[in-house]
């Protein structure tokens, strides 16, 4: 049970998926096969992380295959047993000749409706920016998200390499964009980056949730701001443990986030490629991280009120948590 508040949609293609929308589209198999290029082995650096994730890109670029995989993810996370699934992408890396960004974000709303309607499991899009991109390219991602708010998207967020890519100040226009459409605004920072890149995805793009935010947890300013403000961490524990952004479980950040009164929430990021999905993720926090089951209790609490959802929705989610108060 829970709510997934952090997942790529790209990190849900199943191996056997690839391979049948490979043949379809005329995709050669990675040499070692789908299952090898998809799965992350060992410990890997974020840049390493993300060239699995990106293994998946050459059979999503088409409407069809977009919808299946979307589809798929619904059905994966509603057998795990997962409450709301709130599911990210960057449509720009699969838009094609004749598939344009609108027409991405569209396949993969109605491949996550056909989901929904299948399994009854209440799910929201975030569309995301990609750190690499052009300026002009990201601010049509957020015209294109602001334009399907309220037909599945529900969020903007950044994502791609931190490292490579610090800078958050030029993506002020897209969010600014997003915001006027009403969507939440979430941003993936102080995963590889310090600290303080937290307080400048809430202060420059008015992120009041952050994707990972492992680093928070280095700075007690930092820590005690994301505190006082009611900042929302999506925390991702095994990501994060194999990129490196955490020792371990036992050892994550998000023992001092909850110690410091932090709002933690929970993703299992990429479950494909880490081999991990939500379940697995809060069964790792309570058996190895030593997590206490009213402290699952209150994220999963925290989760229902920060979920960029509608009223409806997140009325029907605080009646399923609220047996749990402890
Ligand atoms: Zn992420």
Redesign the pocket.
């Known amino acids: 049970m829970g709510l997934n508040l952090?997942?790529?949609l790209e990190?849900w293609v199943r191996p056997e998926t690839a391979a049948d929308l490979g043949r379809q589209m005329g995709v050669p198999e990675p040499a070692g096969g789908w299952q090898d290029a998809l799965r992350v082995r060992g410990v890997a650096d974020l840049t390493v992380f993300l060239a699995h994730v990106a293994a998946a890109y050459p059979v999503l670029g088409s409407y069809e295959a977009m919808r299946r995989v979307a589809r798929e993810a619904v059905e994966d996370a509603a057998s795990d047993g997962c409450d709301f699934l709130e599911i990210?992408f960057g449509p720009s890396t699969h838009a094609r000749p004749g598939l344009g960004i609108p027409d991405v974000i569209a396949a993969a709303c109605e491949g996550l409706g056909d989901g929904s309607n299948a399994t009854g499991l209440p799910f929201g899009l975030v569309v995301?920016l990609l750190r690499h991109l052009d300026d002009e390219t990201n601010v049509a991602i957020a015209h294109a998200a602001a334009g399907a708010a309220g037909r599945g998207v529900v969020g903007l967020?950044v994502?791609g390499d931190e490292l490579l890519f610090p800078e958050l100040q030029r993506y002020r226009k897209p969010y600014e964009i997003a915001r006027a459409a009403g969507l939440g605004l979430t941003a993936?920072a102080a995963?590889a980056g310090p600290a303080r890149a937290a307080m400048e995805a809430a202060a420059w793009l008015g992120a009041t949730r952050i994707?990972?935010g492992s680093h928070i947890a280095d700075d007690p300013e930092v820590l005690a701001w994301a505190a006082g403000e009611g900042i929302a961490i999506?925390v991702?524990p095994t990501?994060n443990v194999l990129t490196g952004a955490a020792p371990s479980v036992r050892e994550h950040p998000l023992h001092a986030m909850i110690a410091a009164g932090c709002r933690v929430v929970l993703?299992d990021?990429?479950p494909v490629n880490i081999g991990t999905r939500l379940a697995a993720e809060e069964r790792r926090l309570v058996e190895e991280g030593g997590l206490a089951p009213e402290d699952l209790a209150t994220i999963h609490r925290t989760a229902v009120e920060v979920a960029f959802t509608d009223d409806a929705t997140r009325a029907r989610l605080r009646e399923r948590f609220s047996e749990l108060a402890p």
Do not use: K, L, P
């Open positions: 952090h997942t790529h990190g990210r995301c967020d994502a993936h995963e994707g990972h999506e991702c990501s993703g990021d990429n």
